[in-house]
C-alpha cells in the first residue's frame, strides 16, 4: 500500500517562531488534505491541496504531487497552533483518505 | 445538521460485550467514513459508504466488526464481542459526493474503552 510519512515527528516552537511541516508519499494520489487535531481530539480541516498552493491566514500549503510531497508553513506560531498536524492522501482514486504518521507541535509562551 | 455529528462520546465498556456507536452526517452528504484512532497514531481507515452500500470495507480488522447506513444518512458501527484492542477512539467522516476530489469532514469522535 502507499506510505505517507511525515516529518518531524514532533516539533517545540517559541510563540512568533516560523516552521515548515513536511508530507511525503510513496505513490500517486488524487486528493491531499492538511488536518489539524487540536488537544481534544477534533480534526479540523487546514486545506484542501491536490497541487499547487493555497494560504489562509497565517497557514498557507504547497503539493507538488509529480515529486510526491506536501509542505505546510506556519507562521508567526501561536499557542492556540499547538496539537498535531496530519497529510491525508486519496490513493489512485480509491475514495479513502489514508493518514500519515503526524508532527506534534507544541508553541510554548 | 452543521456538522458531522458522534454519539455517545465517551463509552466504556466490559470485555466481551457489544457496542454501537452511531454517526450523523452533515446534511446532504452521500459519502460516509468511519476510522480508528489508537493512542500517539493517525485515523487509520475502516470503511466507506456510498449512500447505502459499503462500498469499501477494508478496513475492518475482522468480523466483529460491521457497520451498516440503511437509509444513506445515520450510520452505526457495531463491535460484537469487544477485546481490551478494540479501545480506540472511533472518528466519522462524511463529505458530499462519492468519488474523487471530495473534502471529507471529520465528527468529534467517539471515545471507546474495554475494560
Known amino acids: 500500500g502507499i506510505q505517507v510519512e511525515q516529518s518531524p515527528p514532533d516539533l517545540i516552537l517559541q510563540e512568533g517562531a516560523n516552521s515548515t511541516l513536511r508530507c511525503n508519499f510513496s505513490?500517486?494520489?488524487?486528493?491531499l488534505q492538511w488536518f489539524h487535531q487540536n488537544p481534544w481530539g477534533q480534526l479540523i480541516n487546514l486545506f484542501y491541496?491536490?497541487?499547487g498552493t493555497k494560504q489562509n491566514g497565517r497557514l498557507s500549503a504547497t503539493t507538488v504531487a509529480t515529486e510526491r510531497y506536501s509542505l505546510l508553513y506556519i507562521s508567526s506560531s501561536q499557542t492556540t497552533d499547538s496539537g498535531v498536524y496530519f497529510c491525508?492522501?486519496?490513493?489512485?482514486?480509491?475514495?479513502?483518505?489514508?493518514f500519515g504518521t503526524g508532527t506534534r507541535l507544541k508553541v510554548l509562551a | 445538521g452543521a456538522g458531522v455529528s458522534q454519539t455517545p462520546s465517551n463509552k466504556v465498556t466490559e470485555k466481551g460485550k457489544y457496542v454501537e456507536l452511531r454517526c450523523d452526517p452533515i446534511?446532504?452528504?452521500?459519502?460516509l467514513y468511519w476510522y480508528r484512532q489508537s493512542l500517539g497514531q493517525g485515523p487509520e481507515f475502516l470503511i466507506y459508504?456510498?449512500?447505502?452500500?459499503?462500498?469499501?470495507d477494508s478496513g475492518l480488522p475482522n468480523d466483529r466488526f460491521f457497520a451498516v447506513r440503511p437509509e444513506g444518512s445515520v450510520s452505526t458501527l457495531k463491535i460484537q464481542r469487544t477485546e481490551r484492542g478494540d479501545s480506540a477512539v472511533y472518528l466519522c467522516?462524511?463529505?458530499?459526493?462519492?468519488?474523487?476530489?471530495?473534502?471529507?469532514?471529520f465528527g468529534e469522535g467517539s471515545w471507546l474503552t474495554v475494560v
Open positions: 491541496i491536490p497541487s
Open positions: 446534511s446532504g452528504h452521500t459519502a
Open positions: 459508504f456510498q449512500g447505502t452500500g459499503a462500498a469499501d
Open positions: 491525508a492522501v486519496e490513493w489512485r482514486g480509491t475514495y479513502k483518505y489514508i
Open positions: 505513490d500517486s494520489v488524487n486528493n
Open positions: 467522516a462524511s463529505s458530499p459526493w462519492g468519488g474523487s476530489g471530495n473534502t471529507i469532514y
